[in-house]
């Protein structure tokens, strides 16, 4: 299967969720998104196109293994360059965080046996959000691993439309906000966060490191669409007021950029400091999202204006 061409890509994130759900299969061509309103949050000047940019990388980015690695406690990186896949380790199996691009599940399976781990341990399969580039593979993983999926309610409709290959998308357990995952003593809860999709999911746990324990967050995407509708108005600014109330002191996202990844993992050393142990990073995607949001607001009341 190729992976999504660039501009196919953005204007799948950007538009329905049911395009994004056939993206790797649609040969439209759409325009890239708009390149302004602009933002400056932290000294740092945004665009929507340099989001997505930021998010994405290239198309080689979206399929290229990036150094699977320990982030703190039971929780691995097992993904991308670009595209998140987390592992968490327990004593009755894993649970894998989502599966990314139906065409990456052998670079994850890799990246978990790199690890030391067995693929075929993991017995739970969780996911971010119902876009291609995060779920797709689901039906997939279920294939190789058995693993039961779970989703939450808001995104149920939009997975089940997903079906790469023409494979039905497995949901096993259907999960609602406020919700917990438990396996072999690790415990997740599933916060509904929604705006960039109905059921845009963040993941909290517990991590142990040094005989400290550390609030662990998996950031759904908090990203507007293009023109931003009084209803997702609605949905974002509750997400942006739950994701700051989340206790927080290791941020995770569903893209590595969202949490300055490969930075972080380069300052990886022996005996230092871990570096993925930051709450000045914690609410910095809302922040950004936020703000950007607010300009596409103003962009839109000003032309409407007579």
């Avoid at 061509?29 to 302004?36: G, R």
């Avoid at 994850?108 to 046996?113: D, F, G, L, N, Q």
């Avoid at 509750?238 to 930075?263: I, W």
């Amino acid at each position: 299967m190729k992976a999504t061409s660039g501009w196919r890509l953005f204007a799948c994130l950007l538009g329905s969720v049911v395009l994004c759900a056939g993206a790797n299969q649609s040969q439209a061509q759409n325009p890239p998104p708009a390149d302004h309103p602009s933002v400056t949050v932290r000294g740092q000047t945004y665009t929507p196109r340099s989001i997505l940019a930021r998010n994405m990388g290239s198309e080689a980015d979206r399929v290229t293994q990036f150094q699977p690695h320990k982030i703190i406690g039971n929780i691995y990186y097992v993904g991308t360059t670009t595209l998140s896949s987390f592992l968490i380790v327990t004593p009755q199996g894993n649970i894998l965080i989502d599966s990314t691009y139906e065409v990456n599940a052998p670079t994850i399976a890799k990246s978990v046996a790199d690890l030391g781990f067995k693929f075929s341990d993991t017995k739970i399969l969780l996911g971010n959000h119902a876009h291609g580039d995060h779920q797709e593979g689901d039906a997939m993983m279920k294939q190789m691993t058995a693993a039961q999926v779970m989703a939450m309610a808001e995104d149920v409709p939009a997975l089940r439309d997903m079906k790469p290959g023409g494979k039905e998308h497995p949901i096993d357990k259907i999960l609602h906000d406020g919700e917990a995952v438990t396996l072999g003593g690790t415990t997740l809860v599933a916060h509904l966060t929604p705006g960039h999709t109905r059921g845009c999911t963040t993941w909290t746990t517990t991590a142990q490191e040094g005989g400290k324990s550390y609030n662990v967050m998996f950031g759904c995407s908090l990203r507007p669409p293009g023109v931003v509708t009084p209803e997702v108005e609605k949905e974002l600014t509750g997400s942006f007021k739950t994701v700051r109330a989340l206790p927080c002191d290791v941020q995770l996202g569903d893209h590595g950029a969202q949490y300055n990844m490969r930075e972080k993992f380069a300052k990886m050393k022996e005996g230092a400091p871990n570096p993925f142990i930051d709450q000045s990073t914690c609410t910095m995607e809302a922040d950004i999202e936020e703000a950007m949001m607010k300009a596409l607001l103003a962009e839109q009341q000003q032309a409407a204006r007579p």
